[in-house]
């Protein structure tokens, strides 16, 4: 079974428009993270918000949140307000286990979701 | 700071040639990774590293070897290359002591074997 799945290949949004990026994962663990990266097409991977297994609340990072439903074991991206500079490439990614381990490192990601944001 | 360093950015190859992609960070992390990232399929982890001499396996470590002999540095070593092994490549690094440990990646090294 995949471990992290994102079922938008692809997706359009309005500037100024919200838009939600879907992300489900399977693990055990009852540790882990969640991580949302964006890359634009220069290629660079650029890490946008982080949610805990054991973290209350929803994650907030300015435009970006993390609309985190343990039981459905979904962590989707939340986008408001899209800007031009938002298309590009995006992906959920997870860590079993604790922070503080070797596991860290050991990132499973999902295949993406291509954004396009227009006018 | 310069963050993660990879070099070089792009590389072609002949089948059977070997090649090291260099990765180097100056943030004092104790972890580091690389990953490769093909066309449909996300990033995979090749092979890791908690710190200075010790190393350990990824989800897809054949045909790679790597060495961490100090704490900036993280070489990873195509013995052999073969088509399959083209790619892009990501060395990321992390500090254990924060809260997520969130990979800071590298700009990526495009690598393409004839």
Not at chain 1, 15 to 27: G, H, I, M, P, R
Not at chain 1, 76 to 86: P, T, Y
Not at chain 1, 91 to 117: D, I, N, W, Y
Not at chain 2, 32 to 51: A, E, F, K, T
Request: with cysteine; net charge neutral.
């Amino acid at each position: 079974a995949q471990k992290i799945t994102q079922t938008q290949p692809g997706m359009f949004v309005q500037e100024k428009e919200a838009v939600t990026l879907d992300c489900t994962y399977d693990t055990s663990d009852p540790s882990y993270g969640l991580f949302w990266y964006k890359q634009p097409s220069s290629g660079e991977m650029i890490f946008l918000i982080y949610q805990g297994s054991y973290d209350q609340q929803n994650a907030t990072e300015g435009r970006y949140s993390l609309n985190f439903q343990k039981a459905r074991k979904s962590a989707n991206l939340v986008i408001s307000a899209s800007q031009l500079g938002d298309s590009a490439m995006y992906f959920c990614a997870m860590r079993e286990g604790s922070p503080h381990t070797g596991t860290a490192s050991k990132l499973t990601f999902g295949t993406g979701t291509r954004l396009q944001v227009t006018l | 700071n310069a963050g993660v360093t990879q070099t070089p950015k792009f590389q072609v190859l002949k089948t059977g040639q070997s090649m090291t992609l260099q990765c180097a960070q100056d943030m004092n992390h104790e972890y580091m990774s690389w990953y490769r990232q093909d066309p449909g399929m996300g990033l995979r982890l090749i092979h890791y590293s908690v710190g200075a001499g010790i190393t350990d396996q990824g989800e897809v470590p054949n045909g790679y070897n790597v060495s961490r002999s100090t704490t900036e540095d993280f070489p990873l070593r195509l013995l052999s290359a073969a088509p399959s092994q083209t790619s892009v490549y990501f060395c990321a690094s992390s500090y254990s002591e924060t809260k997520a440990n969130v990979l800071t990646f590298g700009a990526g090294s495009r690598l393409t074997v004839l």
